[in-house]
């Protein structure tokens, strides 16, 4: 078995083997989305490696670069994300085996940990390879129409979102974005979040292949004091409005932001609304809140970070729910 590095030649095999392995009814498989996320990645091109057996692809394993941070120091990490096997040659040891490649990589490159958010399937596999848990990001539901929801469960009801032209302007180019950011991160000093930088932000919430996102925005003047990002999914219980970010230059604005989800609630016609636990604040964006055990399992593997404890206090992280998403 050949095993190497992966090159932008290799795309459209990586696709289709993607494909063959996993099928796409969580998520499309296209050249598109795999340059987005793998190359055009502002935090770094992800590093991937590949299994042949002969001239037949046969494994295929991707790290997502990312960038955390958290009291002024930058962490380099990356997501273990993308992995496939080909059908006939799984039970071979070769997930595991292009997992450790990758590993050895990161530890050259010296970059600081790696972690990744499991299902139950995968989570053994993991943990055996030295992972560890750091926590679960707690998800809050704000119900806001159970009946409408009930409706939709038991199908007596198709939910439909609705979509305002004004929810067009992503607010993603303005003047005081990267501002807004910095101040984002002096607010949130002594918690772990994502370095994001306006470059990063378009990438995520802009350029994505995959979804659709919007924007609210506050602001004072030509000064942006709060942009909050989401998304609409229409699901089996009916509208959902996730809450994907919300940055903000000062905590006296939560009343500000909480007034905000209620607008796009009724925008929107959502039924309910998904947002972190962690922005325990937004109690009163909807009539019932529900802290759920519904959300992401984090688990992380040290790579070179020297206080490797600090990663499995997840209650001095401070990820969002776009961090976190499947993607």
């Not at 055009?40 to 992800?46: L, Q």
């Not at 394993?61 to 955390?68: H, L, P």
């Not at 989570?123 to 990001?137: T, V």
């Not at 947002?275 to 109690?283: M, R």
Request: charged share 25%; aromatic share 10%; glycine share 6%.
């Amino acid at each position: 078995m050949e095993i190497r590095t992966a090159t932008e030649h290799d795309i459209p095999l990586i696709v289709e083997l993607l494909k063959k392995s996993l099928g796409e009814e969580l998520m499309p498989k296209s050249k598109e989305y795999w340059q987005w996320k793998h190359i055009d990645n502002p935090f770094g091109k992800s590093p991937v490696i590949l299994a042949f057996e002969n001239d037949t692809l046969v494994g295929v394993r991707a790290f997502m670069r990312w960038q955390w941070r958290s009291a002024g120091q930058i962490f380099e990490a990356v997501r273990a994300v993308d992995t496939a096997t080909h059908p006939d040659y799984q039970g071979r040891g070769i997930f595991k085996k292009l997992t450790l490649e990758l590993l050895d990589y990161c530890a050259r490159e010296k970059w600081h940990f790696v972690f990744n958010t499991p299902n139950n399937s995968s989570k053994p596999g993991y943990l055996k390879m030295g992972w560890k848990e750091a926590g679960k990001l707690p998800i809050s539901i704000p119900i806001v129409h159970p009946f409408s929801i009930a409706l939709n469960m038991s199908r007596l009801k198709r939910s439909s979102i609705k979509i305002n032209d004004s929810c067009q302007e992503l607010h993603l180019q303005h003047s005081g974005l990267e501002e807004l950011l910095k101040q984002n991160a002096a607010r949130c000093k002594d918690q772990i979040i994502t370095s994001h930088s306006v470059h990063s932000l378009q990438w995520r919430y802009q350029d994505v292949p995959v979804a659709q996102y919007f924007t609210r925005a506050l602001q004072t003047g030509e000064k942006l004091n709060v942009l909050l990002v989401y998304r609409l999914k229409s699901s089996k219980a009916g509208n959902e409005l996730r809450v994907t970010d919300i940055f903000m230059d000062a905590d006296k604005y939560r009343a500000e932001v909480r007034a905000m989800v209620k607008e796009l609630v009724k925008l929107h016609a959502a039924d309910y609304v998904t947002v972190s636990g962690l922005n325990s604040w937004l109690n009163g964006a909807g009539p019932y809140l529900r802290k759920l055990p519904v959300g992401p399992i984090v688990t992380v593997r040290n790579i070179t970070f020297d206080a490797a404890n600090t990663l499995l206090n997840f209650h001095g992280w401070g990820p969002s729910v776009g961090d976190l998403e499947l993607f």
